[in-house]
């Protein structure tokens, strides 16, 4: 069974970058939406960036573009998410998700049902 880990989180300030990075354990991503999700305390986890690993689409909301920006390996074994200008409302707990092979992320990407292989996360915490 795919395993996904999440690393790179960690505490920046405000207007700094980190770059987290989504490993699928013993799996290629050869054509899979890969979706990068976070949740802040008390709130819902809501979509952030996702991509089609098979011809490298990409997707984001609002909230993030122009700031993240998501890209996967060559080897497709890892998706990375790199994060730019942050502000505090970008604190929350990251994870990653994907689903089996596909022939694209869905017009639907955003909603977490649509995924049944999630990591464990990583908290990302942005200081004022």
């Known amino acids: 069974q795919m395993q996904l880990e999440e690393s790179g989180g960690g505490s920046v300030q405000y207007g700094g970058s980190l770059n987290l990075s989504c490993v699928a354990s013993?799996?290629?991503?050869?054509?899979?939406?890969v979706v990068w999700f976070r949740q802040a305390p008390g709130k819902e986890r809501d979509a952030v960036a996702g991509?089609?690993?098979?011809?490298?689409?990409?997707y984001y909301v609002d909230s993030v573009k122009g700031r993240f920006t998501v890209s996967q390996d060559n080897a497709k074994k890892a998706v990375f998410l790199q994060m730019h200008s942050m502000v505090p409302e970008d604190t929350a707990m990251y994870y990653c998700?994907?689903?089996?092979?596909?022939?694209?992320?869905?017009?639907?990407?955003?909603?977490?049902?649509?995924?049944?292989?999630w990591g464990q996360g990583t908290q990302v915490t942005v200081s004022s």
């Open positions: 998700a994907t689903d089996h092979p596909s022939f694209g992320c869905t017009r639907n990407w955003f909603r977490e049902d649509g995924f049944g292989y």
């Open positions: 013993g799996y290629t991503l050869r054509t899979h939406c």
């Open positions: 991509i089609y690993t098979g011809d490298g689409s990409t």
